[in-house]
């Protein structure tokens, strides 16, 4: 059984649609949730329970015996959900321990990317989905305000998350990846999650496709000065959106990016969690690097 934990906003829509349920190598048992998806991948009833216990929706720990009989051991099965590193129902060590008491023998797939880079796409998806409606800067002074309990800015703390899983998992039934190795040397990237998986990594034909991109930065400008009415465009069909987001994109401009003060709070904040990748991973994230 391998379960991909996450990270939010590090291709997790790319490698459930097109990776994890595309393979027929691959037995994947969902979850999908990417908001510009029309696929739909039915998730069994047991599975769904385990993915709402493991997130703390339901303190009913699931039949093991149940689960097993969907998950066939002879097969590569995958089961996808970046919640499970969100520190939101229940803290991540929980969420770790949930899955290691139904799967004791799981291998675990995480991808990260910069935390800068990961606090900024983040907060564009809420904004894009309406749940925001202030300015990057003014949103996360008011996260920092409340750091403790801010579910974004300590989800960002990757040594924590992934020292947990590596306790109760094993260093080599962990395997971390870096999302900008996606973007910039894509064969390395998937080559190892393939390696990690027990399979050979076959190129495809055609260049990998972007899922669940960012906002044009002149959309994010818009939604800020006509909130009313940009959040209109959730009643909008699928097709009428993209043509939005179409129009926008041809609309050069620059949206806000962390201030000064924000960046060196986000460094000082992650700089742990940088190093600890950087020694124990091999992984080298820029930590004032952003990529959206």
């Known amino acids: ?21 595309k393979d027929k190598r ?7 949730r990417d908001p510009d998806s029309s696929k739909k991948i039915k998730t069994n ?38 919640d499970f590193v969100m520190h939101d ?50 949103f996360y002074n008011k996260e920092f ?17 992934i020292s947990h899983f590596i306790k109760e998992s094993g260093k080599e039934n962990v395997c971390v990846l870096n999302l900008e190795n996606l973007k ?16 050979k990594y076959i190129k495809p034909k055609n260049e990998i496709k972007k899922r ?20 209109m465009r959730i009643y909008f069909p699928k097709f009428i959106r993209r043509i939005i987001k179409y129009v926008f994109r041809k609309i050069k401009a620059q949206s806000e990016f962390f201030n000064a003060s924000n960046i060196n709070r986000i460094n000082k904040l992650y700089i742990d969690d940088v190093q600890y990748l950087e020694s124990k991973h091999c992984i080298f994230l820029k930590i004032s690097y952003f990529f959206v």
């Open 1 to 21: 059984m391998y379960i991909h934990v996450g990270y939010p906003k590090c291709a997790s829509s790319f490698l459930q649609m097109d990776i994890f349920s």
């Open 184 to 199: 910039y040397n894509s064969n390395n990237f998937m080559s190892s999650l393939y390696k990690f998986m027990g399979l």
């Open 45 to 82: 009833p047991l599975i769904h329970e385990f993915i709402l216990y493991v997130r703390g929706k339901t303190n009913i720990t699931p039949k093991t015996k149940d689960l097993f009989r969907v998950i066939n051991s002879s097969d590569i099965n995958v089961i996808s959900d970046e």
């Open 212 to 231: 669940n991109v960012a906002l044009p930065e002149s959309a994010l400008n818009f939604g800020l000065i006509f909130p009313s009415i940009w959040g």
């Open 89 to 138: 129902n229940v803290v991540v060590e929980d969420k770790v321990k949930r899955i290691k008491n139904i799967f004791p023998s799981a291998k675990i797939i995480i991808v990260v990317r910069s935390p800068i880079s990961f606090l900024k796409s983040y907060y564009d998806f809420y904004f894009r989905g309406g749940h925001i409606k202030i300015g990057l800067n003014d």
């Open 26 to 32: 691959i037995r994947f048992h969902g979850i999908i």
């Open 145 to 161: 305000k409340d750091y403790n309990k801010s579910t974004l800015l300590q989800t960002a703390h990757y040594k924590r998350c």
